[in-house]
């Protein structure tokens, strides 16, 4: 229990140096804006054309008698919006890191210097260090697209999935995001994500006290452009405090 409230203090020291730092709450929450400008975007033009989509997808339909058609099509038109809804929250922070790159490689740049922690990386350049993370933040979006279709189609099961999706959506959307956070200083070190992942699993009570409050933090608009900067200050010291210094993992 009390390294899991290690992970929500950490949110909270992340969430303290943001709101004290208004330069970097507005560098951090511009690409947060886009990105959630984007994934509304696409979730609202799925949702305008759902119907239509829905009957592409169901010919077979079309000889039913009512209201089996319509109760087929309103099932599977409602599922897809909620599978997209849920792959957005998912994959918003990892879209939202990938847009904003440079812009939170600063903000843990400016965390590490205001808390003197290690700032040492294996050496490669800035170039190296952009394809890392934009190959990282692409294998962590498939992921996220790979659970969303599992836990949908857990959905389905009856009475079970309907109580265990959820539970299971928020574990691992919490995972993922404290994945996606603690980012920025191992792909510095030059560690995988194969690595992240070690490492996170010996952490697992801390990595659920962080992530999952910032997960749910997120699904609410506007505020998740005060939490995405303030997970990643929160992120670069936990990578900090489960790597000690200039080590692997």
């Not at 210097?113 to 933040?137: M, P, V, W, Y």
Request: glycine share 14%; with cysteine; charged share 15%.
């Amino acid at each position: 229990m009390n390294t899991f409230a290690a992970g929500v203090r950490t949110l909270g020291a992340g969430f303290g140096m943001i709101l004290r730092s208004p330069r970097l709450l507005l560098l951090g929450a511009l690409p947060a804006l886009i990105s959630a400008a984007l994934l509304l975007g696409a979730l609202g033009t799925l949702i305008y054309f759902s119907g239509d989509l829905v009957g592409w997808l169901t010919p077979f339909a079309e000889a039913w008698a009512e209201p089996w058609r319509s109760g087929l099509r309103v099932v599977l038109g409602v599922g897809l919006v909620g599978a997209a809804a849920l792959l957005g929250s998912l994959s918003f922070i990892a879209l939202t890191l990938l847009i904003g790159g440079p812009f939170y490689e600063h903000i843990a740049e400016k965390t590490e210097e205001r808390l003197g922690l290690d700032t040492s990386g294996d050496g490669a350049g800035f170039a190296r260090q952009l394809g890392r993370g934009i190959r990282d933040s692409l294998k962590l979006v498939l992921i996220a697209l790979v659970g969303a279709v599992v836990l949908f189609a857990l959905g389905f099961v009856p009475v079970v999935g309907q109580i265990a999706a959820p539970v299971l959506g928020a574990l691992f959307g919490a995972w993922v995001v404290t994945m996606e956070m603690v980012g920025l200083v191992f792909q510095r070190r030059g560690l995988s994500l194969t690595d992240r992942r070690r490492t996170l699993r010996r952490h697992r009570a801390t990595v659920f006290g962080f992530g999952l409050p910032t997960y749910f933090l997120c699904l609410v608009p506007v505020l998740q452009l005060v939490v995405i900067p303030s997970a990643v200050v929160g992120g670069t010291m936990l990578a900090h405090r489960f790597l000690g210094p200039g080590r692997g993992s």
